[in-house]
């Protein structure tokens, strides 16, 4: 059998009843800290009006969208909640695959399953099934596939995207395994978005969307699908990584969830500037330290972290602001915070937090360098200028598996960015509707209040 056929008999055979509570739990914290980070999106990335008008181009239906109309068919609707989910930076991720599930998956099932009038339990199990297939699928291809050039989310979240598309409607084991395989001849993102128009680097994120469920419609149709997209001789793991053990990808599938292993960004950056950001942020406020004291920051961090972010100090746009680590940490220490208002052009174009970046230098640390992918992390050195010298080595961030926040914190950063579109009494009525939502017979109710 080849992974494709794998996946599809463990989507086509897992239902509500099979996954352990914790699981379910996480499922629905993560529902809620996407739809967070797409209402961020869709009211702070400068290109959200402009991205819609463009997709209303293509074609028309009857499906809503964040700060749109009710104009958009399925397929359309899902790419822009989640070129919205990703655009600033706030989704979630996987802590070894360097890949945003949440940002393709979470739109799909909330935009298929009020399509096709699913239940909650229904789109809790999708959700955690995209959850499952992407980071399977990544974490076996990281760094390798960063390394060729190919950008992880674009590239695997397709696979889930079809996963939740053909889960949700109600394809057949066959179906699934060439809706997986579709999704592979569709696979497509590179890692350049991140160094010429990172601004737009969220559309291809927000294609997997599109691309995973029009897998499922023509896999519905009866299409064939590559079925060695993965595996086989020029497929995935051969193209865009190297020596990937395929019967590693599905061990212990069903029995280990890979939801468990999910990060929630707590900073609208490049995770892996993220290390490094909190790292100074945290020294900042132990100490005391402002930035009238402050000499010099040395952060020393991996390979791809340096090369992602770790170049830039004066950003031109809020694109080389989410991936400047200067900028970041300089903001961090001066503000003891980094949020969405900080991408901003009056804050990017700051003369003090410019200032302060400029005595920043970031370097690979060949400690750091040798814990990486298996942790991605940073060593921080704050020197004043009397002499002292306050240091700090950080792997585990807030919000990462081994430093998690619950239930509490994701619902303060959900209100928090939900605040921008809407009201106080709707943004804690959806919180509500994401805690009870495998006690819900459909989600009318929860993407009415998104309207």
């Not at 930076?89 to 940002?103: P, R």
Request: charged fraction near 15%; aromatic fraction near 8%.
């Amino acid at each position: 059998m080849y992974l494709t056929e794998h996946f599809a008999s463990f989507i086509a055979h897992t239902n509500y009843e099979d996954l352990p509570q914790d699981v379910i739990v996480q499922a629905k914290e993560r529902i809620m800290d996407t739809v967070g980070a797409a209402i961020a999106g869709c009211c702070n990335w400068e290109y959200a009006q402009s991205f819609r008008q463009a997709i209303a181009a293509l074609g028309t239906g009857h499906c809503s969208v964040l700060g749109g109309n009710a104009i958009y068919s399925p397929a359309h609707a899902a790419m822009i909640n989640a070129t919205f989910a990703h655009a600033v930076e706030l989704d979630d991720g996987h802590k070894n695959a360097g890949c945003h599930a949440g940002a393709v998956v979470v739109p799909t099932a909330l935009v298929l399953g009020q399509e096709f009038k699913r239940s909650g339990r229904e789109i809790l199990v999708a959700v955690v099934l995209g959850y499952e297939v992407v980071y399977r699928i990544a974490s076996h291809m990281n760094p390798k596939q960063i390394n060729k050039g190919f950008h992880p989310s674009s590239n695997c979240d397709v696979f889930g995207a079809m996963a939740v598309a053909g889960k949700l409607m109600g394809l057949n084991e066959k179906q699934l395994a060439n809706g997986l395989g579709q999704a592979g001849m569709l696979a497509s993102g590179t890692m350049e978005a991140t160094c010429s128009g990172q601004r737009s680097k969220c559309v291809q994120v927000g294609n997997a969307a599109y691309s995973g469920i029009m897998a499922a419609f023509l896999a519905a149709q009866n299409m064939e699908g590559c079925l060695s997209a993965l595996e086989g001789k020029d497929g995935l793991f051969h193209t865009q990584s190297e020596q990937v053990d395929a019967d590693d990808v599905i061990r212990d599938l069903g029995v280990v969830y890979s939801i468990a292993n999910t990060y929630n960004k707590m900073y609208p950056s490049c995770r892996h500037a993220q290390p490094g950001i909190e790292a100074v942020l945290d020294l900042a406020q132990e100490h005391q330290i402002t930035p009238e004291q402050v000499e010099h920051i040395w952060i020393g961090t991996h390979q791809v972290a340096y090369d992602l972010t770790g170049i830039i100090k004066a950003p031109q746009n809020s694109g080389q602001a989410k991936f400047s680590l200067a900028y970041g940490s300089a903001v961090a220490l001066m503000d003891h915070c980094f949020g969405v208002g900080h991408l901003t052009a009056p804050s990017y174009t700051n003369p003090d937090y410019l200032a302060l970046a400029e005595r920043v230098t970031c370097a690979v640390d060949p400690s750091v360098q040798a814990k990486f992918p298996q942790q991605r992390g940073a060593k921080v050195e704050i020197i004043l200028n009397d002499g002292r010298t306050y240091e700090k080595e950080l792997y585990d961030l807030k919000g990462s598996p081994n430093n998690p926040v619950g239930w509490a914190e994701l619902e303060a950063k959900f209100l928090a960015n939900a605040a921008a579109m809407l009201s106080a009494d709707r943004s804690k009525s959806l919180v509500q509707q994401f805690r009870c939502l495998d006690q819900q017979d459909d989600i009318a109710a929860l993407t009415q209040l998104l309207l």
